[in-house]
């Protein structure tokens, strides 16, 4: 296996400006002391750090990053929300959505994941690389063609998947294991056949206007993309073996028949057992897992080559661990580092039975659909 990964990376993404508050709400005058917004520069340079002084950093080779243009932008959103966001940036910012800011500088930010994003799928795509990570934020795959959602306001994710299109892979699947559901990238491909759009979450369903769908295992694609968005919503607490099991019966399974020509992970460490936005209870062994069979499935689809694309992880210290696991993962490399905090007990047997009831909702669904 190949034992070291390209990295991209742009200091730009660090000039989003989320500030403080209660947690992702506005500041409260009741209290004494705001805290930071979750989404922050603090586990980006947590993440930087741990590949730039870690055990892993003989293994990194850096690149530099950019910043897309609009134009590369408008290749998945919609160019008056684009103009919009560019307002808002411009008039001092403001909040895009009730739990996401936007500030003065915010918008060069976005340019800088997606043009970071972007390069790094350049990279795999074109040569001469086989594994490339994008380090961006803020995150993206909750943001929708034409609207923000849950900290994300330009879908990395989606852009590097149109990009692969545009440069010849007949299909791209996107694997994505944060812990919400990738609601933007799965609106954005829903009615596709050449971009399957895979999301394993904690069953959390929809939350309001900005995010209307609800990860359910029946969200299967509509017209041409029927069967080509497949929904893995997992109880609380899934934890390692649950994520190993919904992988092994449920997506490998899916993108070993779909067989791409480009894989795409949607790489968050929020559903990591001290996440304040997960409780999943994955740990490092489990993120490990996760990186592996990854790397197993490009091994086997796209002549190794992956491209990981940031996504959340908000335990400010810890998601840089899981990143460093997952890492340790895709490159087949034993651990390196012990867990500073894994000690929850690890139970598969509750996440079967919701895996079960997912194939068959999902099954029927497609069925229904394919009747239409």
């Given at each position: ?10 200091p ?6 989320t ?9 409260s ?49 919609d ?111 829903y ?32 017209g ?11 109880p ?22 779909f ?19 997960g ?27 992956l ?20 890492l ?11 867990d500073?905090?894994?000690?929850l ?28």
């Amino acid at each position: 296996m190949t034992a070291a990964i390209d990295v991209f990376w742009h200091p730009r993404v660090l000039s989003h400006d989320t500030g403080a508050g209660v947690f992702e709400a506005p500041p409260s005058p009741i209290l004494a002391l705001a805290e930071p917004h979750p989404e922050n520069a603090v586990r980006l340079r947590n993440m930087h750090a741990m590949l730039a002084r870690g055990p892993l950093a003989p293994r990194v080779r850096w690149h530099a990053g950019r910043l897309a243009g609009l134009d590369e932008l408008a290749r998945f959103h919609d160019r008056a929300y684009l103009d919009s966001l560019a307002a808002l940036d411009a008039a001092g910012g403001g909040r895009a959505t009730p739990t996401s800011p936007f500030a003065r500088g915010s918008f060069d930010a976005c340019r800088a994941a997606a043009g970071t994003a972007l390069a790094a799928m350049a990279h795999v795509v074109d040569g001469p690389g086989r594994i490339a990570y994008a380090l961006v934020r803020p995150p993206g795959h909750h943001a929708a063609r034409a609207r923000a959602d849950g900290y994300c306001f330009v879908n990395s994710v989606a852009l590097c998947a149109s990009l692969a299109r545009d440069r010849g892979a007949r299909r791209v699947a996107i694997v994505d294991w944060d812990v919400h559901h990738g609601n933007g990238t799965q609106a954005g491909f829903y009615d596709r056949a050449d971009v399957l759009t895979v999301s394993l979450h904690m069953d959390h369903g929809a939350w309001g206007p900005s995010h209307p769908e609800t990860g359910k295992a029946d969200e299967v694609g509509e017209g041409a993309g029927v069967g080509f968005t497949l929904n893995v919503p997992l109880p609380l607490g899934t934890g390692d073996g649950g994520y190993e099991r919904a992988m092994a019966k449920l997506v490998v399974p899916a993108v070993e028949t779909f067989a791409p020509e480009v894989l795409i992970v949607a790489c968050g460490q929020d559903a990591s057992q001290f996440d304040p936005n997960g409780r999943q209870a994955v740990s490092m062994a489990g993120f490990r897992r996760l990186g592996a069979i990854a790397r197993a499935l490009a091994e086997r689809h796209t002549r190794g080559s992956l491209l990981l694309v940031q996504e959340g992880g908000y335990a400010p210290a810890y998601a840089a661990f899981c990143l460093h696991a997952t890492l340790e993962g895709v490159l087949g490399l034993a651990p390196l580092l012990d867990d500073p905090l894994a000690y929850l007990p690890d139970d598969p047997e509750p996440a079967v039975a919701a895996l079960i009831a997912i194939a068959e909702i999902r099954r029927a669904a497609i069925a229904e659909r394919g009747r239409a």
